[in-house]
């Protein structure tokens, strides 16, 4: 069975667990899907196998194995058959685009389809944020927002994608794997960043204020809210010990050419994540001239220009 997601970007981010063992998030968290960029994950399960078998993009791959075997344990208990598994993504991986929330999205898709569970989209959600918590997201399109209850977490639409046509431009400024995972990059800003209580505690300001401009398509607000959230989550991992910093050069000068453009009036707004590559959140109709702009920026090595899109599915349900 095959299936396709779409990576997420959150515009209210996600920091922190307040559960390592049921991968539980400390705060809730609000996300466009993205379209254009995606994982297709064929998940066939096969009695001749003694063990998992993974290929990412036609190549053997041990190094993604264990979480995704995890994941199949989880939904399916640890007897399961084994699975043959071929991922192929059409965007470079582990490198801050969210290739492990478009992957675990698509996984659970199919291995519910393979093996015939029947579980509904917020039962395939938890189990996609078990094994990736922004993986979660991916199931739903358009802006999402995944609220953190007791002991799981609720995902649900906010608005469909159609309804507010934005557009991302992500400025890739360097392919490659991150230095520090985003999972135990947390934990070590739980343990060690001065700001990480701090940023727990406003995240449901900033969530109310997303969701307002959100219903009431209020471009400047999301944009406030948005660019605010991102750089206090970048603060939290700057002051934690070891900091950990994603940045370069390029995404700093990419961050100027954002400025520039909202000095000239262009409705763009800036997020970044756990990697270097920059996406600029653009109104309908202003996603021509932020490419141009990010193109000509120094450092900046490829460009992808992508609306919103659809949650997780089979392929062949479109
Ligand atoms: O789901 P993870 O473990 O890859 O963490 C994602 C963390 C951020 O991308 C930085 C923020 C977010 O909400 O997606």
Not at 71 to 94: C, E, K, Q, V
Not at 121 to 147: I, M, P, T
Not at 223 to 243: D, F, T, Y
Request: proline share 4%; charged share 20%.
């Amino acid at each position: 069975m095959r299936a396709r997601a779409q990576p997420n970007i959150a515009l209210v981010k996600y920091w922190g667990k307040r559960d390592t063992k049921l991968n539980l998030p400390a705060v809730g968290s609000i996300s466009i899907t993205l379209a254009d960029l995606y994982t297709d994950m064929d998940v066939e399960f096969d009695a001749s196998l003694d063990v998992d078998v993974l290929t990412v993009n036609g190549d053997r791959d041990e190094r993604m194995l264990p979480r995704l075997s995890a994941s199949l344990d989880a939904m399916l208990g640890a007897d399961r058959m084994r699975a043959r598994i071929d991922s192929d993504a059409n965007f470079p991986i582990a490198a801050g685009l969210a290739s492990s929330a478009s992957a675990f999205a698509a996984l659970v898709v199919a291995a519910n389809a393979a093996a015939g569970l029947g579980h509904d989209r917020q039962s395939l959600a938890r189990h996609a944020g078990h094994a990736s918590g922004s993986a979660a997201r991916s199931l739903y399109g358009g802006f999402v927002e995944l609220s953190n209850n007791d002991d799981h977490i609720d995902v649900k639409c906010l608005l469909q994608a159609e309804a507010w046509p934005l557009d991302v431009v992500v400025a890739i400024t360097r392919a490659g794997p991150k230095p520090v995972g985003s999972g135990d990059a947390m934990e070590i800003s739980r343990r060690t960043s001065p700001f990480y209580q701090r940023w727990v505690d406003a995240q449901d300001d900033d969530l109310a204020v997303a969701r307002e401009a959100i219903a009431t398509r209020d471009f400047g607000a999301l944009a406030g809210v948005a660019e605010h959230n991102c750089l206090k989550m970048h603060s939290v991992m700057w002051a934690s010990r070891p900091p950990m910093m994603y940045w370069n050069q390029a995404t700093l000068n990419c961050l100027e050419t954002v400025r520039d453009l909202q000095r000239q009036g262009t409705d763009v707004f800036f997020t970044i994540d756990a990697g270097p590559q920059v996406k600029a959140v653009c109104a309908p109709g202003h996603a021509d001239v932020v490419r141009n702009a990010l193109a000509a920026t120094d450092g900046v090595v490829d460009l992808r220009v992508t609306g919103l899109g659809n949650g997780a599915r089979l392929v062949g349900d479109e």
